[in-house]
T-cell receptor, first 110, second 117 residues
Framework: DAKTTQPNSMESNEEEPVHLPCNHS???????IHWYRQLPSQGPEYVIH???SNVNNRMASLAIAEDRKSSTLILHRATLRDAAVYYC???????????FGSGTKLNVKP | GAVVSQHPSWVICKSGTSVKIECRSL??????MFWYRQFPKQSLMLMAT?????????EQGVEKDKFLINHASLTLSTLTVTSAHPEDSSFYIC?????????????FGPGTRLTVL
């Protein structure tokens, strides 16, 4: 299963943009890139996912490198509610198993 | 996104008893559901894949006789922890997915905290 590598933790100031990196050098052509976040004692919350092109939604943007070996989740203006563990996950289309890595714990300072 | 509920949200039981956790898809017919386990300060670990109307597929190292999974309908999957022991205390989370249409991702339930005394 393709693995992802993320920094253990990052810190951001409130109302500033945050760029969360993820390396997935063993990604294959049919692997989707998913991002989720998890607050303590809650299930993971869907943030965004994509295959090749950059994606935007109301929560975040996903920038995917041209070779697809890395991606970056962009929170345009961090709020205190964005403090969570962010997971970058790869899955094969139509075979949607998720193997979670250790994720990045984002701390947002007021 | 899709809405998934779990019941109960927390449960405390004595060692040796069995506990059933329900996972419901409230607004979507989920052909596939997944069960995860998460120990404190650790990441989620996939336990099994539950397909409606067929036997669950377990990940390596997960005892299928201990963690019984039933997915009898498109909206309900259950996980039964049989003969629970303190080491089974964990946060159990389910998710739903569909291989059809545009729902090529997963939506997670809120989790069930199991404490075995």
């Amino acid at each position: 299963d393709a693995k992802t590598t993320q920094p253990n933790s990052m810190e951001s100031n409130e109302e500033e943009p945050v760029h969360l990196p993820c390396n997935h050098s063993t990604i294959s052509g049919t692997d989707y890139i998913h991002w989720y976040r998890q607050l303590p004692s809650q299930g993971p919350e869907y943030v965004i996912h994509g295959l090749t092109s950059n994606v935007n939604n109301r929560m975040a943007s996903l920038a995917i490198a041209e070779d697809r070996k890395s991606s970056t989740l962009i929170l345009h203006r961090a709020t205190l509610r964005d403090a969570a563990v962010y997971y970058c996950i790869l899955s094969v289309y139509n075979f949607n198993k998720f193997y979670f890595g250790s994720g990045t714990k984002l701390n947002v300072k007021p | 996104g899709a809405v998934v509920s779990q019941h109960p949200s927390w449960v405390i039981c004595k060692s040796g008893t069995s506990v059933k956790i329900e996972c419901r898809s409230l607004d979507f017919q989920a052909t596939t559901m997944f069960w995860y386990r998460q120990f404190p300060k650790q990441s989620l670990m996939l336990m099994a894949t539950s397909n409606e109307g067929s036997k669950a597929t377990y990940e390596q190292g997960v005892e299928k006789d201990k963690f019984l999974i039933n997915h009898a309908s498109l909206t309900l999957s259950t996980l039964t922890v049989t003969s629970a022991h303190p080491e089974d205390s964990s946060f159990y989370i389910c998710s739903e997915s569909s291989a059809s249409g545009s729902l090529d991702t997963q939506y997670f339930g809120p989790g069930t905290r199991l404490t075995v005394l």
